[in-house]
């Protein structure tokens, strides 16, 4: 006989409710809060109880699964947390029409009744952490490019000319970075001496003594002869500088970011085969697999197409890339479960 104790989990709360498969209702459904008292009541009362085979059920509902799941997992209890779409796609009423006590009970149906297999997934695993990792890492990319468009408009109005001095991406590189930041402004670039301009440039990036004091006078010389949007004193002038600093530890996160992510990828025995494919680089392997997950714990690569969003359900125009990327998937599946087969014989 299984038992199960439905969880349907919302925001510092949650509905609970312990059935075993014969219906028989052990604990009737009733609301707790996320916090250690609350936990240990319901422990409690399922030590009193001592089911046969018990399992702890829940949806992935953001982040506030994870106090519930973190607890019972630390507890020894068998736990399992299944995205919200396969909720979705069996029982739409469990978010059409909230109510707390009759959703614990689909749940608990759920449960019982399907026949896919979850992967239990720690948060302590690789590929939770991975997939910490590179959600990490698209924030602060996303945040990158906000810092870029406010960066550049600040330099158009503080000093135009920079942007054909540092041409093209140069703009965003440390030496130009580095010389932003100590001197935002036209007018005091031109109050400098030439050995402060080519001493910024040079202790940035040691290229060349000569390229950089060739640099100097030619930065000092279209100083000069600038004119503006605001003046010096202008509140902006600061604001270019502490946008350049900003720009400049974004950038120094995102990269220590991408080494991390590739050396935690690297763990993973599906890293080679994925990187072996052309145009997927280390950055974008492990993006994979902290989305993906372990590739192999789906039954075939239908389920990994319908896990990706890629099961097409209707005709329409776009097929040929939807048909691309379930193509790749099917290769990517079919690599690395022959790869698993050969690591276990």
Not at 44 to 68: A, K, Q, R, W
Not at 99 to 117: G, I, M, S
Not at 239 to 244: E, K, M, P, T
Request: proline share 2%; hydrophobic share 35%.
């Amino acid at each position: 006989m299984k038992t199960v104790l439905s969880v349907d989990v919302a925001k510092n709360k949650s509905m609970i409710m312990l059935i075993n498969s014969e219906g028989e209702i052990l604990i009737d459904t009733k609301e707790i809060k996320h916090n250690l008292v609350n936990f240990e009541k319901v422990k409690e009362e399922i030590t009193e109880i001592n089911p046969e085979n018990l399992t702890v059920f829940m949806e992935s509902t953001g982040t506030y699964h994870l106090p519930v799941e973190r607890y019972f997992k630390e507890n020894g209890f068998n736990t399992l947390v299944i995205n919200s779409l396969t909720t979705k796609n069996n029982y739409d009423t469990i978010r059409k029409t909230k109510t707390d006590k009759k959703d614990c009970y689909r749940l608990a149906k759920l449960f019982f009744v399907n026949e896919v297999e979850y992967h239990e997934l720690s948060k302590k695993d690789l590929y939770a952490n991975l997939k910490a990792m590179t959600r990490q890492y698209f924030y602060l990319t996303q945040i990158n490019i906000s810092y870029k468009n406010r960066y550049k408009r600040l330099i158009n109005i503080c000093f135009p000319e920079l942007e054909k001095i540092f041409k093209s991406s140069r703009i965003y590189e440390e030496t130009a970075l580095n010389f932003v930041k100590a001197f935002p402004h036209a007018y005091i670039i031109k109050e400098k001496r030439i050995d402060a301009l080519y001493n910024n440039l040079y202790k940035t990036n040691s290229r060349h003594d000569y390229y950089y004091k060739r640099l100097a006078h030619e930065i000092k010389e279209i100083a000069s002869n600038s004119y503006p949007g605001i003046d010096k004193d202008h509140s902006d002038v600061q604001n270019l500088s502490n946008i350049a600093e900003m720009l400049q530890n974004n950038i120094k996160n995102i990269n220590e970011l991408k080494e991390r992510m590739i050396e935690t990828a690297k763990q993973s025995p599906y890293f080679k085969i994925i990187n072996s494919f052309y145009g997927i680089g280390e950055v974008l392997t492990a993006e994979l697999l902290g989305e993906l997950g372990d590739i192999t714990r789906f039954d075939n690569h239908k389920q990994l197409i319908a896990f990706c969003g890629l099961d097409p359900t209707i005709v329409q125009s776009g097929k040929s890339l939807t048909a691309c990327s379930t193509k790749i998937l099917r290769m990517l599946y079919s690599m690395c479960k022959n790869n698993k087969q050969f690591l276990e014989e």
